[in-house]
T-cell receptor, first 114, second 111 residues
Framework: KAGVTQTPRYLIKTRGQQVTLSCSPI?????VSWYQQTPGQGLQFLFEYFSETQRNKGNFPGRFSGRQFSNSRSEMNVSTLELGDSALYLC?????????????FGPGTRLLVL | GQQLNQSPQSMFIQEGEDVSMNCTSS?????WLWYKQEPGEGPVLLIALYKAGELTSNGRLTAQFGITRKDSFLNISASIPSDVGIYFCAGRETSGSRLTFGEGTQLTVNP
């Protein structure tokens, strides 16, 4: 089975621009979660989608949004980029949502905002 | 939000030594997970724990779900250079709740 894939792997943007990141979960997985990873803050939860519905949301401003498609692929959008948005954005998938489910991570998209 | 305290933050050891790290929470967790992350990659799941007291091994790695359900431990025996990386614990409080991650333990193994 192919793992979680994320595109693009690297991205450079300037302040004020917007960006869309894509995540394809493991085949058959219906839950997709997004995380922001920075050296100072560790792994911070952004949101989780299951069956095209947002199930959980972290403490990020409204500039961060996401969606999930019927094939479980997910996109994350960040509008009006700020320098502090520079980070590794990780996507993780699991078969379904629930306490017993483990998450499998993709390689991440490294975003640099100049 | 919920925070996990993971310690130590970093470890510098010699090849062949054993390693121990742990995570503690102020809340009761139903699931504990341990991940390893190498530079430029996403975290890779090492061990998943679902029951209090559970002890699970994966090769030279052994993890335990604490009896109080508020802590978990990861041990690596006979470390080798490829064990280098950042080890994260993660926990989930209840069904449907999000995973909370520890801040990671940076492991360096000197040959």
């Amino acid at each position: 089975k192919a793992g979680v894939t994320q595109t693009p792997r690297y991205l450079i943007k300037t302040r004020g621009q917007q960006v869309t990141l894509s995540c394809s979960p493991i085949s058959g997985h219906r839950s997709v979660s997004w995380y922001q990873q920075t050296p100072g803050q560790g792994l911070q939860f952004l949101f989780e989608y299951f069956s095209e519905t947002q199930r959980n949301k972290g403490n990020f401003p409204g500039r961060f949004s996401g969606r999930q498609f019927s094939n479980s692929r997910s996109e994350m959008n960040v509008s009006t980029l700020e320098l502090g948005d520079s980070a590794l954005y990780l996507c993780a998938s699991s078969p379904k949502t629930g306490w017993s489910e483990t998450q499998y991570f993709g390689p991440g998209t490294r975003l640099l905002v100049l | 939000g919920q925070q996990l305290n993971q310690s130590p933050q970093s470890m510098f050891i010699q090849e062949g030594e054993d390693v121990s790290m742990n995570c503690t929470s102020s809340s009761i967790f139903n699931t504990w997970l341990w991940y390893k992350q190498e530079p430029g990659e996403g975290p890779v799941l090492l061990i998943a724990l679902y029951k209090a007291g559970e002890l699970t091994s994966n090769g030279r790695l052994t993890a335990q779900f604490g009896i109080t359900r508020k802590d978990s431990f990861l041990n690596i025996s006979a470390s080798i250079p490829s064990d280098v990386g950042i080890y994260f614990c993660a926990g989930r409080e209840t069904s449907g709740s999000r995973l909370t991650f520890g801040e990671g333990t940076q492991l360096t193994v000197n040959p």
